[in-house]
Nanobody, 121 residues
Framework: QVQLVESGGGSVQAGGSLRLSCAAS????????MAWYRQAPGKQRELVAA???????NYEDSVKDRFTSSRGNARNTVYLQMNRLKPEDTDVYYC???????????????WGQGTQVTVTQ
């Protein structure tokens, strides 16, 4: 089965840094884009950063100058380096991975379990 394992979450003071990691495994299909989302209670899940299989990135505006996402060399790992963290960054962060599942190019999205990031004042 496809499994996404996240690590690196925790609690830091405002202005500090965290590095989140996500490793995907359990499939013979190729990983396409991988991404990070976050979700506050009662709110919609929002895209934080996405990285294509070739390394191109896209960021949510509020984190663009502070966060950096990248793919591992094996293309089954994605990282999120979070710098100058703010209390409003406090959320549950989720890793996702898009897979190409057939020769026609159909895609399916799989999710990690989520990891808590807390930024204190």
């Amino acid at each position: 089965q496809v499994q996404l394992v996240e690590s690196g979450g925790g609690s830091v003071q405002a202005g500090g840094s965290l590095r989140l990691s996500c490793a995907a495994s359990g499939t013979r299909f190729s990983f396409d884009a991988m991404a990070w989302y976050r979700q506050a209670p009662g709110k919609q899940r929002e895209l934080v950063a996405a990285v294509t299989s070739s390394g191109s990135t896209n960021y949510e505006d509020s984190v663009k100058d502070r966060f950096t996402s990248s793919r591992g060399n094996a293309r089954n790992t994605v990282y999120l380096q979070m710098n100058r963290l703010k209390p409003e960054d406090t959320d549950v962060y989720y890793c996702s991975a898009d897979l190409i599942v057939n020769v026609e190019g159909a895609r399916r999205t799989f999710w990690g379990q989520g990891t808590q990031v807390t930024v204190t004042q």
